[in-house]
């Protein structure tokens, strides 16, 4: 094993990867890039910290070299790598990574490195470095992290911490070592499962212990500044024989860091209406070197005040007790804080024996069983009764267990918003005590992930698109994060209690919204302005829109291990309750593109708050709303009472789309792995289409959709184009869009078409082929020799348009507003300059311009007309697009619902008061409530950025009364 090269601190020593050096100055970059930390945070504790930062097309080469600066001019240790590129081979997504010492204030600065300055390196490895990835260590640490890779696992050295990954068996690490001291060991994903029988009230249990069991462990990441381990395998019981639950664990280390982020998902692939998971967590071995008295637990106390931790000696001394001698009492306080204590050897007879009278308190917990309390408990042993200590509100999820010669710390992000969840310390009165990390705690009521319901309640009156056998849990997957830190000793609580603020509020950095905006990143959006009276009403609107949402996740407690994330889809005021119960009216699951309207809003903001509601949607409508294997993967599930319960499952909830923000802004490695699945997602979806126990479909070929199917299977391929730089992708988006432009009239694309999921492109029959081809809507039936790709076989310029083909080839006209509501016109803008194929514009224009003028239920019409403007210049368009933004008239208020923002609906028939809702934006019928305020909210951020010309001098007196004006 190499260990850590130690450099001279007096040095300044830069590791270059790439072959050859870049020459080139970064044109459109300023040579600089400025990052704050999210929110202004100053770190309390060094900290490890990735992020990306996004460039125009041709600004940065693959093999272009950065330097990262404090505000002081002092150097961060800097590994960059690639997460995206444009067409032309230049970077367009740059992943970076650095250590942040406790105290630094923002901001950074990231510069590119000059050519005289870069005197050698190594090449980054593994599988998540797509190309030579630019690497550059510069002072701070002074050391960087070494890895050896052998068959009997990875061993990481980060120069202040030692760890050894094994291969194979159920250890997921086998040691943590500083110093050459092992502080930690054994660590195991476990869980226990109970097969229950609950027919007719009737109850049948067998609880089973499973250990993850590692299959395949990846090193994806090796530094200098960050390594990452990926470790994948399935939870094995002995006694059943059975594995189940695949797993994926991620170890992220940096460079002269004591600290380890954990990035732990698993899949539910049992029976839901058998399989009960009791408990799933992470437990750590802990070896003792001390003696009972001089080991210590730590729990967190409160995350809303500040408060500090539940401190708990093993053993505690008798300093309460004058009799037990003075050398004893007068070490009271520093026995309490954790410093170590002479052992009992070192004690006069009289005080040791005063010491031995203590009990030994072997085990502790903290149980969080809601979002609003925990408790403490503890016991000396399993044969003894629990002993409740205390309770308290909402944990920092944080446990500390070791002795004065060392300990570890373990916290789970999102403790108390993804109860239940449990922090647990068990024989710590033994050799080797364990410290577990419970997301779904042992002592919590068995996970059920049953239907709501086994009958269908309606489509019409309920929205509920209940099929037989769909309402299935199968494949729906869970993410949680971990912090865990080693020490030399017990640290004092003062510290503690920043690594415990870190867990829950880890370090972010982020480029400023003028940055990002400069750059076209994540689409097109505006940054906020209040330069005139109407962009400052609908300003105001955007902010009470967000504002509303956060207050609702409290004033609802819309918290918990499978629902923390989401909001709810529609509102009841009858009840002043959203519509929790009924059918596909609960849970959004993305319905009309929440996820959106979060992450655009803190571009060009970079609010903290947006950040983390932004943040908790994407990691929960990624998993849970999401099945990961098994018949329906990679598709999502439509909104429902339960994530997963809705018998509609398709690729416009789960696409990349949806999850691109993340990934680019922190280079979330598991984010990464979802978007990727989702290349076979046209696949699925036109199997499930076929086997569609309400409306199936059948023939050669049947139809998928322009903006519901393949704008979703079109974000996916890009994605995986821009990630890798693999042309395929790329030509199977040109040859579709080359197909729907051939299919279409009057230069729209169609609709859709008659789709080829081997090829991904839409087919039509050949001249040759017969008419007697036959099948219902949106099939065809006849040898699939009669058929071709519609590019290949209709006449597609200008001049030929109208000379088409015989009717049985074509789809009729161009996409509707139903095709824009689910993320289109937000792929479009990322798509169009990838793509860069004038004919698709041309064709997206008109798009825009036959969807502009809509009214009634039809809500995308504002952006559209701003998207025509922006295209051609149209001023007619421009004003539309305001007109339309403005005039909500049609839009629905309850009777009874409070009109005015804030204002709380407080009756005996109320658990406790509440806020309704104000919606804006145009209802779709059905769909008022929160998707219709989603959309009027993109279409705000978009009108006021491409229509931003047009825009009234005033707000008309005939729309003033249509916003908060």
Excluded at 410 to 423: E, H, T, V
Excluded at 925 to 933: E, M, T, V
Aim: some cysteine; hydrophobic content about 40%.
């Amino acid at each position: 094993m190499r260990y850590c090269m130690f450099l001279s601190k007096s040095l300044m020593i830069f590791s270059m990867v790439s072959c050859m050096l870049a020459t080139s100055v970064i044109q459109g970059l300023a040579q600089s890039v400025v990052l704050n930390p999210l929110g202004g945070a100053v770190p309390g504790v060094s900290q490890g910290v990735s992020w990306g930062v996004p460039f125009a097309q041709g600004a940065v080469s693959k093999s272009r070299v950065f330097t990262l600066t404090t505000a002081n001019n002092t150097a961060l240790p800097l590994q960059t790598w690639p997460l995206a590129y444009w067409p032309d081979g230049s970077i367009k997504w740059l992943g970076c990574a650095t250590v942040l010492p406790s105290g630094t204030r923002g901001p950074v600065t990231l510069e590119a490195a000059p050519a005289t300055i870069i005197l050698g390196g190594r090449q980054n490895s593994g599988p998540s470095a797509l190309a030579a990835s630019p690497v550059v260590l510069a002072g701070g640490s002074g050391f960087e992290i070494q890895c050896k890779q052998e068959a009997s696992g990875i061993s990481v050295n980060t120069g202040a911490m030692q760890c050894l990954i094994p291969s194979k068996g159920t250890r997921v690490v086998e040691q943590m070592s500083v110093n050459g001291k092992v502080i930690a060991s054994q660590a195991r994903l476990v869980c226990s499962l109970e097969q229950t029988s609950r027919a007719f009230s009737t109850t049948t249990a067998r609880e089973e212990e499973f250990e993850g069991q590692i299959e395949r462990i990846t090193l994806e990441q090796s530094g200098p500044v960050r390594a990452v381990v990926k470790i994948e395998g399935k939870h094995y019981s002995q006694a059943l024989k059975r594995a189940w639950l695949p797993f994926v664990l991620r170890l992220y280390f940096y460079a002269g860091e004591t600290s380890v982020k954990a990035v732990h998902s698993f899949v539910f692939d049992g029976d839901g209406n058998k399989d009960f998971i009791n408990s799933l967590g992470l437990q750590f071995t802990v070896p003792f070197r001390d003696e009972e008295h001089n080991r210590h637990v730590r729990f967190s106390g409160e995350a809303t005040d500040g408060s500090g931790f539940w401190v708990q000696p093993v053993r505690l001394m008798p300093g309460y007790r004058p009799s037990a001698g003075e050398e004893v009492t007068t070490r009271y306080a520093e026995h309490l804080a954790g410093k170590p204590v002479p052992a009992l050897a070192g004690f006069s007879e009289r005080s040791r024996a005063a010491i031995l009278t203590c009990p030994v308190w072997g085990d502790m917990r903290l149980l969080q069983t809601g979002p609003n309390g925990f408790s403490i408990d503890k016991r000396t042993q399993g044969s003894s009764s629990w002993l409740h200590v205390t309770d308290g509100y909402r944990s920092l999820g944080g446990a500390l267990l070791g002795d004065a010669s060392g300990s570890i710390f373990a916290g789970i992000r999102d403790f108390w918003q993804k109860y239940p969840s449990a922090l647990e310390v068990r024989n710590a009165g033994t050799p080797e005590g364990t410290l577990s990390l419970w997301f779904w705690a042992p002592a919590a009521e068995a996970m059920d992930l049953r239907s709501y319901d086994t009958l269908a309640h309606d489509l019409n009156i309920n929205y509920e698109d209940w099929k037989p056998g769909w309402a299935t849990p199968e494949g729906i997957a869970n993410t949680n994060e971990l912090n865990i830190r080693l020490f030399g000793n017990i640290p004092d609580a003062a510290s503690l209690l920043e690594v415990a603020k870190a867990t829950q509020q880890p370090l972010q950095l982020v480029c400023t919204p003028e940055y990002y905006h400069s750059v076209r990143a994540l689409g097109i959006w505006g940054l906020p302005d209040k330069s005139n009276p109407v962009h400052q009403a609908v300003e105001a609107e955007l902010d009470r829109t967000i504002s509303y949402l956060q207050k609702q996740v409290e004033q609802r407690y819309w918290y918990g291990f499978w629902n923390y994330g989401d909001i709810m889809h529609n509102y009841d005021f009858g009840r002043h309750e959203w519509r929790y119960d009924i059918g596909g009216w609960a849970w959004n699951n993305t319905e009309l593109m929440p996820d959106m309207f979060l992450w655009i809003s803190f571009l060009r903001t970079g609010r903290a708050d947006i950040w983390k509601m932004a943040e908790a949607m994407t990691r929960h409508t990624s998993e849970a709303d999401v099945h990961h294997l098994g018949r329906f993967a990679p598709l999502g599930s439509r909104h429902n009472v339960t994530h997963w319960g809705d018998g509609a499952k398709q690729p416009r909830i789960s696409h990349a789309g949806l999850k691109r923000y993340y990934y680019y802004l922190t280079t979330d490695e598991r984010t990464g792995d979802l978007m990727r699945e989702q290349l076979r997602a046209d696949s699925t979806y036109d199997e499930i289409k076929r086997n569609d126990t309400r409306n199936p479909v059948s023939g050669t070929y049947i139809s998928h959709g322009f903006g519901t199917d393949w704008c979703s299977y079109a974000i996916n391929w890009m994605t995986e184009w821009e990630r890798t730089g693999n042309t395929y992708w790329r030509d199977r988006i040109l040859n579709g869009v080359k197909d729907m432009l051939a299919l279409g009239r009057n230069g729209l694309p169609s609709s859709g078409g008659l789709y080829n999921i081997t090829t991904g492109r839409f087919m039509t029959l050949k001249a040759s082929a017969t008419q007697a081809a036959t099948g219902a809507r949106g099939s065809m039936n006849a040898p699939a020799s009669d058929f071709a790709p519609a590019a290949d076989v209709i006449r597609t310029t200008p001049s030929q348009d109208q000379a088409s083909a015989p009717a049985a080839r074509r789809m009729g006209g161009g996409p509707g507003y139903f095709d824009m509501i689910f993320g289109a016109p937000e792929i479009m803008a990322e798509l169009l300059p990838m793509l860069n194929y004038e004919p698709f514009r041309e064709a997206w224009l008109k798009v825009c311009q036959s969807l502009a003028n809509t009214t009634g239920n039809q809500m995308t019409g504002p952006r559209m007309a701003a998207w025509a403007y922006h295209l051609s210049g149209d001023t007619q368009m421009g004003e539309l697009a305001w007109k339309q933004l403005l005039d909500n008239t049609e839009n629905e208020i309850a009777p009874g619902s409070s009109l005015v923002p804030g204002t709380l609906v407080s009756n005996p028939g109320l658990l406790h008061p509440v806020e309704d809702p104000i919606f804006l934006g145009r209802s779709a019928g059905w769909q008022l409530h929160n998707p219709s305020s989603m959309q009027w909210a993109l279409n705000a951020l978009e009108v006021m950025e491409m229509a931003k010309k047009s825009t009234p001098a005033s707000v008309p007196a005939k729309y003033k009364n249509s916003i908060n004006y």
